[in-house]
T-cell receptor, first 112, second 114 residues
Framework: KNQVEQSPQSLIILEGKNCTLQ??????????LRWYKQDTGRGPVSLTI?????NTKSNGRYTATLDADTKQSSLHITASQLSDSASYIC???????????FGKGTTLSVSS | NAGVTQTPKFQVLKTGQSMTLQCAQD?????MSWYRQDPGMGLRLIHY???????DQGEVPNGYNVSRSTTEDFPLRLLSAAPSQTSVYFC?????????????FGPGTRLTVT
């Protein structure tokens, strides 16, 4: 069964600290993996999209990595800010490119 | 560009009532979709459309109808609301960028069915 598992479920860190969120998937065949940021009461916003041939992609303080062999991805946030408080969702697309499998998300709280 | 807009932002319905959730995009994207988001679950696809006049079912289509008469609009109709349809509904539009679809979500409609 195609699944996307994210860990941890929730995380609290101090402002200025780094953190890493994990995503494991069983989707096969695999086309691409996305990370979205969803602020409370808003729709998800794309942070990065990686195809199977890409190992890492950055978007400002956000860096995503992908290991297609082990079917694992991580999202690293550097020097966290209060505005990083949100849910981070990992989404995997199968070969067709349109069938998206969503993870349940990791809720990040950044405190001062 | 306004992007993807959804109306209303909030709605309360009684069981058995019908209503339409509106979704519009001004980016000329061919692909549009509707998702529902429930606590403790990932977003689930309800219906999608690959262009005007073409719609198809997603993972959880029961109780919902869609139509796509124009590229811009993709309304979602609840035929007879049930408490199980209490959820947050997101509309998204997408375009093909290389080999992947770049997806934009609307702000969501929070629906409560009593």
């Amino acid at each position: 069964k195609n699944q996307v598992e994210q860990s941890p479920q929730s995380l609290i860190i101090l402002e200025g600290k780094n953190c890493t969120l994990q995503c494991n998937y069983t989707v096969s065949p695999f086309s691409n993996l996305r990370w979205y940021k969803q602020d409370t009461g808003r729709g998800p916003v794309s942070l990065t999209i990686m195809t199977f041939s890409e190992n890492t992609k950055s978007n400002g303080r956000y860096t995503a990595t992908l290991d297609a062999d082990t079917k694992q991805s991580s999202l690293h946030i550097t020097a966290s800010q209060l505005s990083d408080s949100a849910s981070y969702i990992c989404v995997v697309s199968g070969q067709a490119g349109t069938a998206l499998i969503f993870g349940k998300g990791t809720t990040l709280s950044v405190s001062s | 560009n306004a992007g993807v807009t959804q109306t209303p932002k909030f709605q309360v319905l009684k069981t058995g009532q019908s209503m339409t959730l509106q979704c519009a995009q001004d980016m000329n994207h061919e692909y549009m979709s509707w998702y529902r988001q429930d606590p403790g679950m990932g977003l689930r696809l309800i219906h999608y459309s690959v262009g005007a006049g073409i719609t198809d079912q997603g993972e959880v289509p029961n109780g919902y109808n869609v139509s796509r008469s124009t590229t811009e609009d993709f309304p979602l109709r609840l035929l007879s609301a049930a408490p199980s349809q209490t959820s947050v509904y997101f509309c998204a539009s997408s375009y093909l960028l290389g080999s992947t679809y770049e997806q934009y979500f609307g702000p969501g409609t929070r629906l409560t069915v009593t």
